[in-house]
């Protein structure tokens, strides 16, 4: 493994791989928006269409990446689709935040491999839950965090908006920083 950790090529070109296999994965199934999906729909739908409705329930921080699909698509399941890229990006992002954590190419593909081969952080985005994009606003703040702190800030806003259990990921940014 010695290899791994020397060269970035080889650890993107896995990382690569899984997002490819995850893309298949996904492409095999079929949303099927359920609970709160139509509650996260419907503040996508009134934000592209300009109004900020408070009134809807739920949390709504990663509903705001739908907003621009809606806008050319005018899907009734931009939020799904939100998702679905989110959790195609999943492997990358675990790359990038296990490299930042650990300073290392292994780990980094160790973090994306455990995160890929979790199917209950992205297959649920096909349900309308918002995992996906939860877990790669929290792993964007673990990777910007020392280089970019505000934006860190930002993505870290916006996790603990689609989930407040976000929260908890305060102290390992402040050791990051």
Not at 61 to 76: E, N, Q, R, T
Not at 124 to 143: D, E, H, K, Q
Request: with cysteine.
């Amino acid at each position: 493994m010695i290899w791994l950790k020397k060269t970035t090529g080889i650890s993107l070109t896995i990382v690569l791989l899984l997002t490819a296999a995850l893309l298949v994965a996904l492409t095999a199934a079929h949303p099927l928006g359920a609970g709160d999906h139509t509650y996260y729909q419907a503040f996508v739908e009134s934000l592209a269409r300009g109004q900020l409705d408070l009134s809807i329930p739920g949390f709504h921080g990663s509903d705001l990446f739908a907003v621009p699909w809606y806008w050319i698509s005018h899907s009734p399941i931009a939020q799904i689709d939100a998702l679905l890229i989110w959790a195609c990006l999943l492997p990358l992002l675990g790359f990038l935040a296990g490299r930042a954590i650990y300073k290392s190419n292994f780990e980094g593909v160790l973090l994306a491999v455990i995160i890929a081969m979790m199917p209950f952080i992205s297959f649920v985005g096909f349900r309308g839950w918002t995992g996906p994009a939860y877990w790669g606003l929290m792993l964007l703040s673990i990777i910007l965090i020392r280089r970019f702190p505000v934006f860190a800030g930002l993505a870290l806003a916006l996790a603990i908006l689609t989930k407040p259990f976000a929260v908890v990921l305060i102290p390992l940014l402040l050791v990051l920083s």
